[in-house]
C-alpha cells in the first residue's frame, strides 16, 4: 500500500506481559519515527530512526521500551512487563525530508 | 522546544470560512510552523506548513503574522470532513521531530 502500516490495530495485553508492534513505514522513507498517544492528548514523542540508525530517543519513558529498524525498513516497538500507565495509542509515522510526515493508524494498547 | 498556544476548541456551520489561531510568542527565527489534523481513530494528517510567507494548497492556507508571533489556518469552506483535532506545532530545521500540543477540537455543523 501507499500508507504507513502499523499492526496489529489492537492489542490487549495482561499486566507484565511484552508486547511487540510493527511498523511499515512507506518505501523509501529514511526517517521514521514512534509516538505515544494516551486519550484526549496529543501525541508524544518516543523515538526517531534515520535507516537503521536511532538518532533520538529522548522520548521513551523507560527501558521497558525498546525500538529498533534493523534494515532501516521495517520498525519494532517493544514494551517489557506492560503496566496499566502503558495503555495508550502508539503511532508510527515515516519521512522522506524535514517536511511532511505520514502518520499511521496506530495500534492502541490495552493493558488489563 | 518553542511551545504554542491555541484554543480548546471551535465550532462552524458547513460551507463557512474557518480561521483556526494559534499563538507562538517564543519562535526562532529557525522554527517552520507545521499545522496537521487528527480525525477520529486516525493518525495526524499533513495539513501545511510555512516560515514567513504566507502559504496555500489545496486543503487550506496558512497566514503568518508579520513577526511570526501568530499564525492562522484558513479552511475556505468547512465541511463536515473537516471535524477533528488541528494541531499547530513548530519545528526546528535542526532537529526532526514534531511536538504536538493539545490542539483545538473543531465541530463542524451541517
Known amino acids: 500500500g501507499a500508507g504507513v502500516s502499523q499492526s496489529p490495530r489492537y492489542k490487549v495485553a495482561k499486566r507484565g506481559q511484552d508486547v511487540a508492534l510493527r511498523c511499515d513505514p512507506i518505501s523509501g522513507h529514511v526517517s521514521l519515527f514512534w509516538y505515544q498517544q494516551a486519550l484526549g492528548q496529543g501525541p508524544e514523542f518516543l523515538t526517531y530512526f534515520q535507516n537503521e540508525a536511532q538518532l533520538d530517543k529522548s522520548g521513551l519513558p523507560s527501558d521497558r521500551f525498546f525500538a529498533e529498524r534493523p534494515e532501516g525498513s521495517v520498525s519494532t516497538l517493544k514494551i517489557q512487563r506492560t503496566q496499566q500507565e502503558d495503555s495508550a495509542v502508539y503511532l508510527c509515522?515515516?519521512?522522506?525530508?524535514?517536511?511532511?510526515?505520514?502518520f499511521g493508524s496506530g495500534t492502541r494498547l490495552t493493558v488489563v | 522546544d518553542a511551545k504554542t498556544t491555541q484554543p480548546n476548541s471551535m465550532e462552524s456551520n458547513e460551507e463557512e470560512p474557518v480561521h483556526l489561531p494559534c499563538n507562538h510568542s517564543t519562535i526562532s527565527g529557525t522554527d517552520y510552523i507545521h499545522w496537521y489534523r487528527q480525525l477520529p481513530s486516525q493518525g495526524p494528517e499533513y495539513v501545511i506548513h510555512g516560515l514567513t510567507s504566507n502559504v496555500n494548497n489545496r486543503m487550506a492556507s496558512l497566514a503568518i503574522a508579520e513577526d511570526r508571533k501568530s499564525s492562522t489556518l484558513i479552511l475556505h469552506r468547512a465541511t463536515l470532513r473537516d471535524a477533528a483535532v488541528y494541531y499547530c506545532i513548530l519545528r526546528d530545521h535542526n532537529t526532526d521531530k514534531l511536538i504536538f500540543g493539545t490542539g483545538t477540537r473543531l465541530q463542524v455543523f451541517p
Open positions: 509515522a515515516s519521512s522522506p525530508d524535514i517536511y511532511g510526515y505520514t
